[in-house]
C-alpha cells in the first residue's frame, strides 16, 4: 500500500513526513532544499508510489493566506502538472512550527540540534500529516 507524504513548504526548505502503509500513523522522514523537492518527489516515486500528497497550508490568525501562500500554490501547480495522478491535499499548518518545536523540546532534544536548519521543518510536516489522518 502506498504511503501518504506531508510536506512542510518554506521558501528554503521543505520538512517531509510519511505515513505508515496503514495510514495510521505519521513520521518526519527529512528537510530538503525547496528547490530540490522535485527531485526527491522524483526519487520518492521511484522507489515506492505517493499515495496522497499533503502540503501545508499557511494562514494567518484571521484565516487569511500568508506572504508564502501564493509561493505554495504555484508550487502545487507545478506538481499537479508533473504528476496529474497525485491527489493533492491541503491542510491548515498554523501553529504547527511552533508545536513542532515544544516537542522537540519536551523529547529531550538539545538546543544545538533543535537549531540545525531543518530540524523542526520535518517534524513540523507530521504534524500536518498527524492533523489529517486525523480528519480522515
Known amino acids: 500500500m502506498a504511503k ?58 484571521d484565516g487569511s493566506p500568508s506572504e508564502v501562500a501564493t509561493f505554495i500554490d504555484g508550487l502545487c501547480v507545478k506538481i499537479e502538472q508533473k504528476w496529474p495522478e497525485l491527489r493533492i ?13 515544544d516537542a522537540l523540546v519536551k523529547g529531550g532534544m538539545k538546543k544545538s540540534k533543535r537549531q540545525e536548519k531543518g530540524a523542526v521543518d520535518k517534524v513540523a510536516a507530521a504534524l500536518i500529516l498527524e492533523n489529517y489522518l486525523a480528519q480522515r
Do not use: C, N, Y
Not at 512542510?8 to 528537510?31: C, N, Q, W, Y
Not at 525547496?34 to 501545508?56: C, K, N, Y
Open 4 to 61: 501518504i507524504v506531508a510536506l512542510d513548504v518554506g521558501a528554503k526548505r521543505t520538512g517531509i513526513a510519511e505515513s505508515d502503509p496503514m495510514h495510521i500513523m505519521a513520521f518526519p522522514l527529512e528537510t530538503v532544499a525547496t528547490d530540490s523537492l522535485f527531485t526527491f518527489l522524483q526519487g520518492r516515486q521511484a522507489v515506492e508510489p505517493i499515495e496522497e500528497l499533503v502540503v501545508g497550508a499557511p494562514l494567518r490568525w
Open 89 to 101: 491535499i491541503r491542510v491548515d499548518e498554523r501553529f504547527t512550527s511552533s508545536l513542532a518545536a
